[in-house]
C-alpha cells in the first residue's frame, strides 16, 4: 500500500531508528513509546491484520519476536515485556498494517491493561467451543 505509514517505512521512505531487518521483517522503536525500548515488528508484507499474513511470515514471526524481546530487556534494564497485537478498530489498531509490539516492563510503569471478564451462561461455553472446532 502505497500510503501506509509502515509500507513507507519498511521501504526507506521514512527515517525511523531500525533494530532488526530482514527478508520479512522491519523492527524499529515506536515513536510514540509506551516505555523506552518499545519496539514494533513489522512484516515487510502489507496485511492488515495477523490472519491475513501468510504461513511462512506467521512462522518467523514469534521467534523474532522473543529474540528482540530478550535483547529489549538486555538493553533497559526492564526486567519484563509485553507482546501485544491489535486486529481491526475495535481492538484498538491505529494503523492498519499488522505489527507486534514489544514492550519492556517495570513495576509502576503506569501502564495498565484492563480487563473485565465476563461469564458463560449454562451450556454457551460448550456450544461456542463446537462452534470455533468446526470453524478449524
Do not use: W
Amino acid at each position: 500500500m502505497g500510503d501506509c505509514i509502515f509500507c513507507r517505512i519498511v521501504r526507506g521512505e521514512i527515517p525511523s531508528a531500525r533494530v532488526y531487518e530482514d527478508d520479512l521483517f522491519v523492527a524499529f522503536l515506536d515513536i510514540r513509546p509506551v516505555n523506552r525500548g518499545h519496539v514494533l515488528i513489522v512484516p515487510r508484507v502489507h496485511a492488515e491484520r495477523v490472519t491475513d499474513l501468510p504461513e511462512d511470515v506467521l512462522a518467523r514471526e514469534l521467534p523474532l519476536a522473543a529474540r528482540i524481546a530478550r535483547a529489549v530487556v538486555a538493553a533497559t534494564g526492564c526486567p519484563d515485556f509485553n507482546l501485544f497485537n491489535t486486529n481491526g478498530a475495535p481492538s484498538g489498531q491505529e494503523v492498519f498494517h499488522h505489527h507486534l509490539h514489544v514492550i519492556p516492563r517495570r513495576v509502576g510503569d503506569g501502564l495498565r491493561m484492563s480487563i473485565a471478564p465476563e461469564s458463560y451462561g449454562e451450556g454457551e461455553a460448550a456450544a461456542l467451543a463446537g462452534g470455533i472446532r468446526k470453524g478449524l
